[in-house]
C-alpha cells in the first residue's frame, strides 16, 4: 500500500519515489473515508462508493477495516471531513489499530496533511507506525504501479504518478523547503524542493520522448493493420474482458478476479473464413473517476480503443449498479473516441444472477439495448455469441457491387477472390464482369490504385 510522507531529513527524489510507488505491506489495515457531494464539486461530486473502494483496496493488498461516511454541501476546507467526523475517525483508527486511512475523494495536499495530524496527535509524522492519508488517485496510482509489467506500462504509470507527485512537493515535504548551498551541485540559495522540482521536471520530459517513440514504432509495426477489421473490447476493470479475449482467441492474457489485472493492449488476429478475419483488443478496463493523468499518460494504449472499427463494451451484470459502469466507462471513452462508435453490448456474469432475476435482467435492459447479449464469459456458448455478434458486423461492412474489367487484367479478377467473394463472373470478347461481395474500405482502395476497374450501375 502507498505511504503518504516521505522520511524527515534531506531525502533524495529517488526515496520520494520508493515511499510513494512502493509496493506496499500485505494486509495493512485500513479505514475507508467518503463524502456525499453535490453535482457542482467536479470530480469530488456524487455519492461515494465505498463499496468500490474497499476493493481497490484488496487489490492493493490491504483490509478493510471501518468506514466513515459523511454528507455534505461542501467540504471542509481544512479536513474535507467535518470536526466530528474527524474525531469519529480517529476513534475507529484506535479502535482497529489502522495504519492506513483512504478517502474516496480527491483531497489537496493540505487537507492530507491535516488529517494525519488529526490522527497522529503526539507522534512525528514521520514516524514508524504512524497513520497515513492517501486519496483515491494515490491508490489507483499504486495498483498500477504494482501490475504494470512491460516497459511501456512501467513508462506510463511512472509519468502518471510524477504528474501527480509534482505540484503536491511543497506542502508534503516541508523539509525540502531549507537551503542546501552546494557549489558546484545546487547552486549558492537554491532549496531542496526546487532541486526535485527540476529533477521531476527534466524525468517528465523524458518519459514523454520515450513513450512517443514507442508510439511511433507502434505505428510502424502495425501500419498493415488499416487494412483489417479491428474490434476493441471496453468496459469497466473486472468485467470479463480478459476472459472473453481468452475464450474467443486463445491468447495467454492474464485473467485474474481484482481490478486492473490489465494494463498493456492485448491483440489477437481471429480468422473468420479463408480470407475473412478481424483484430481483437483487449485494453485496460476504465473506472469511475479514473485519474486524468491515467488517461492522458495511458493514451498511447488506449489509441487502439481509439482506432477501432467496432468496440464491444462488456458490463458486469452481477454488479450492485450496471448502469453507473456504464456511465463511467462512456464518460471516459467520450474523451478519446469524439464520434459516434459502432459498439455491442455485452452483459457478462449472468451466471451469477439467479434465473428468475437473469430474466428481470434481460426484459429490462433488452428494451434499452435491442442488441445487447446476455452471456457468461465461462460458459462457451457465451464468447461464441460475441464472436458471432462481431461477424455479423463484420459482414454488415460488405456490399454487393458490380465490376467491369478489361481480359487483359485478370489479375484483378484474382485479387478480388482473395479480397471479397465472387458472386458472378462472365466474359465477353472485350471484358470480364463481376458481381462482388467486398468491404467499402477495399473497394475504394483497389478504385483508387487501379484506373481499368470499372463500377457498372
Not at 50 to 62: N, P, S
Not at 198 to 208: F, P, Y
Not at 245 to 261: C, H, K, S, Y
Not at 383 to 409: D, I, Y
Amino acid at each position: 500500500m502507498p505511504r503518504a510522507r516521505t522520511p524527515s531529513g534531506g531525502e533524495t527524489l529517488g526515496k520520494m519515489n520508493e515511499t510513494t510507488a512502493g509496493k506496499g505491506d500485505l494486509h495493512e489495515r485500513t479505514v475507508l473515508v467518503g463524502v456525499d457531494l453535490p453535482e457542482r464539486f467536479g470530480r469530488n461530486a456524487g455519492d461515494c462508493d465505498l463499496a468500490e473502494l474497499g476493493r481497490l483496496v484488496d487489490t492493493a493488498g490491504g483490509v478493510v477495516k471501518g468506514e466513515v461516511r459523511q454528507k455534505r454541501e461542501r467540504p471542509t476546507a481544512a479536513t474535507f471531513i467535518g470536526k466530528g467526523k474527524v474525531e469519529e475517525l480517529a476513534a475507529i483508527v484506535k479502535a482497529t489499530e489502522a495504519t492506513l486511512v483512504v478517502c474516496d475523494n480527491d483531497l489537496s495536499p493540505a487537507q492530507g496533511r491535516n488529517l494525519e495530524k488529526a490522527l497522529n496527535p503526539d507522534e512525528d509524522l514521520d514516524a514508524v507506525g504512524r497513520v497515513s492519508v492517501i486519496d483515491r488517485t494515490e491508490l489507483i496510482l499504486d495498483i498500477f504501479a504494482n501490475h504494470a509489467q512491460t516497459r511501456q506500462a512501467r513508462l506510463q504509470v511512472e509519468l502518471a504518478q510524477l504528474q501527480y507527485m509534482l505540484p503536491r512537493l511543497r506542502k508534503l515535504w516541508s523539509h525540502l523547503e531549507r537551503q542546501a548551498g552546494g557549489i558546484g551541485t545546487r547552486g549558492p540559495g537554491e532549496t531542496q524542493l526546487e532541486t526535485d522540482q527540476r529533477i521531476i521536471g527534466q524525468r517528465l520530459a523524458r518519459l514523454k520522448r520515450e513513450l512517443k517513440d514507442i508510439a511511433s514504432d507502434r505505428i510502424v509495426q502495425t501500419k498493415q493493420r488499416s487494412k483489417q477489421f479491428k474490434v476493441s473490447l471496453v468496459g469497466y476493470t473486472n468485467a470479463g474482458k480478459s476472459t472473453l479475449m481468452r475464450a474467443i482467441t486463445g491468447a495467454d492474457v492474464l485473467v485474474e478476479d481484482q481490478l486492473f489485472a490489465t494494463l498493456d493492449a492485448t491483440t489477437r488476429r481471429v480468422d473468420v473464413d479463408e480470407r475473412r478475419r478481424f483484430l481483437l483488443s483487449d485494453t485496460v478496463g476504465f473506472i469511475r473517476r479514473l485519474p486524468h493523468n491515467l488517461v492522458e499518460s495511458f493514451r498511447a494504449t488506449l489509441q487502439e480503443v481509439a482506432e477501432a472499427d467496432l468496440l464491444v463494451h462488456v458490463v458486469d451484470a452481477s454488479s450492485e449498479d450496471p448502469d453507473h459502469q456504464i456511465a463511467s466507462v462512456n464518460k471516459v471513452l467520450a474523451d478519446l473516441v469524439p464520434e459516434e462508435r459502432d459498439t455491442i453490448m455485452v452483459y457478462n456474469k449472468m451466471d451469477r444472477l439467479s434465473p428468475d432475476a437473469a430474466q428481470a435482467f434481460r426484459n429490462l435492459n433488452g428494451h434499452r439495448h435491442e442488441e445487447a447479449l446476455f452471456v457468461s464469459a465461462l460458459d462457451e456458448k457465451g464468447p461464441m455469441e460475441v464472436r458471432s455478434a462481431v461477424v455479423a458486423r463484420l459482414l454488415g461492412r460488405e456490399h454487393v457491387v458490380r465490376l467491369q474489367v478489361p481480359l487483359t487484367r485478370m489479375d484483378l479478377v484474382a485479387v478480388f477472390h482473395r479480397t471479397g467473394s465472387v458472386l458472378e463472373e462472365e466474359h465477353d470478347v472485350r471484358h470480364c464482369r463481376l458481381a462482388v461481395r467486398i468491404r467499402e474500405q477495399e473497394l475504394k482502395r483497389l478504385l483508387g490504385r487501379e484506373p481499368d476497374i470499372v463500377v457498372l450501375p
